[in-house]
């Protein structure tokens, strides 16, 4: 199959990459031994505007995803985060294309408006619509044409390149790595376990309550110097609901700390993760991993092995191709939750 995959490469951050979901994907089309063609809306609208002037640049970047998709004759379009490619545009492609499938997919979280204005004003121009979120908040998103859908955080081996499961020498114990404010709920819970936690284990926080947050091949290190993660999210408890930390951890073998709300063993068990229903049972329980090594590394190679075989880049995308033309589903994918 041959499938344009349209989404930010941010060629213009030269190596400072932020988030990695998009090439994860792209690995997962080629993995899937489909052909790749992939369109970056946000470059190329620097490297096209006239004078710097980006409303005339949004013109020219949406010509030639137009050009883009004459040219490749795609079987299917695939768009993430690239508000600057219109719903015009995607119409005038589907009168081109008749027979191309436009999925979209969208990471980000539906507790904010915004971010429901988005995906309504997709969810009329594409085939399908896939999201890390689940269950009933995706109904609003239905058409009655299209599809819509519950996807996992990926992961792709070149991307999560460690196994941090089966070490036992780390420059800390723990680690959180996030971009939050002072008014964030994570703000005050990550100072007062670190406070709590002082006398037992290093755990170390990157991102507003002690620094700037880390990106790139900077966050690939802490990632790899660390025995513990935990998982917070801005809100929790939303069905199916993480950030992309969650592969990003798990999938580097780190044992990996999940509040236990929003229905998330639903696709976990505790002998993937260590779930937790406060923060003082999670000083409790991370105290007893901390100095039983030998359960630390049980509990975090499941996961890891776990999560590379269900949640792969690879098996996600075969599911957005299934469910995009109503195929027969090619896995048995333990998270499907098509409304």
């Known amino acids: 199959m041959k499938i344009l995959h349209v989404h930010n490469l941010m060629l213009r951050n030269y190596g400072r990459v932020k988030f990695y979901t998009n090439y994860k994907l792209s690995n997962g089309i080629i993995r899937g031994n489909h052909r790749l063609m992939e369109f970056s809306d946000r470059d190329i609208i620097r490297f096209e505007a006239p004078f710097g002037i980006r409303s005339l640049g949004k013109q020219i970047t949406n010509r030639k995803l137009i050009e883009t998709c004459d040219n490749f004759r795609p079987d299917l379009i695939i768009i993430g985060h690239c508000d600057i490619i219109t719903e015009n545009t995607l119409y005038d492609i589907q009168n081109l294309l008749p027979h191309t499938k436009i999925a979209h997919w ?31 908040p995706l109904k609003q998103f239905c058409t009655g044409k299209n599809r819509v859908a519950f996807i996992p955080n990926p992961i792709d081996p070149s991307w999560e390149s460690h196994n941090n499961a089966i070490k036992t020498e780390f420059e800390r114990d723990l680690v959180f790595c996030g971009n939050h404010s002072k008014l964030d709920f994570r703000y005050k819970l990550l100072l007062n376990l670190k406070h709590d936690l002082q006398d037992a284990l ?31 999210n801005k809100e929790e408890g939303w069905p199916l609901y993480s950030s992309d930390r969650i592969a990003q951890l798990m999938g580097n073998g780190l044992l990996t700390c999940i509040w236990d709300k929003g229905e998330m063993r639903r696709l976990f068990t505790d002998e993937q993760v260590l779930f937790f229903k406060d923060a003082t049972e999670f000083s409790r329980k991370i105290r007893k991993f901390h100095e039983n090594d030998t359960m630390r590394q049980t509990i975090a190679l499941n996961g890891y092995k776990y999560y590379h075989e269900h949640f792969s880049a690879e098996r996600v995308v075969q599911f957005m191709i299934d469910t995009t033309f109503d195929l027969p589903h090619s896995h048995n994918y333990i998270w499907a939750d098509v409304v």
């Open 106 to 136: 969208f990471l980000d979280c539906l507790w904010t408006p915004r971010n429901i204005r988005r995906l309504q004003t997709r969810m009329h121009s594409t085939d399908a619509i896939f999201i890390t979120t689940g269950g009933a």
């Open 202 to 232: 290093h755990f170390d926080i990157f991102g507003a309550s002690e620094g700037n947050p880390v990106w790139g091949d900077a966050y690939d290190a802490v990632l790899a110097g660390s025995k513990m993660g935990l998982n917070l």
